[in-house]
């Protein structure tokens, strides 16, 4: 099972409004979870609207910049990591160019180290997620110019 894959059940889940779900095929084994307790995950990839208002004014700047900012998200629940050792250098940068394979961070799971792939094309504008920190399904990890 590939990332499309998994992406393809988040929007099952969506679609159904699921807030788990649970497989086992051929030894591989996962489970899809909506939120932690009462905070549900946000996969949105739009800027939220801007409210008309005073305070609406000083963050329309920020909201068109961000609003052209395409997310890598976690597709699990794991352990970020930027770079495949300690020692080694990150995965991608501020400023990389990336395109849909290049592999931007690895995501600790169960004792399994899984390669996140940018699955988009740009360059990278921000690293959202901090190293060696707990990440949630959908959390932003990158953003992508």
Do not use: H, W
Not at 68 to 89: E, N, Q
């Amino acid at each position: 099972m590939d990332l499309k894959d998994i992406k393809a059940l988040i929007d099952l889940m969506k679609k159904n409004d699921l807030s788990v779900f649970e497989m086992e095929k051929d030894g591989f084994r996962i489970k899809l979870q909506k939120g932690l307790g009462d905070q549900p995950i946000v996969m949105s990839t739009t800027a939220p609207a801007v409210t008309n208002g005073p305070a609406a004014a000083g963050a329309a700047p920020a909201l068109a910049e961000t609003s052209s900012l395409k997310d890598i998200v976690s597709p699990m629940v794991g352990t970020f990591y930027r770079a495949a050792s300690p020692d080694a250098s990150p995965f991608v940068d501020v400023g990389t160019k990336v395109n849909e394979d290049t592999v931007v961070c690895i995501i600790e799971a169960m004792k399994v180290m899984n390669e996140i792939k940018a699955e988009t094309t740009g360059v990278i504008a921000e690293v959202v997620a901090d190293n060696s920190k707990p990440v949630q399904f959908g959390q932003v990890l990158f953003r992508v110019r």
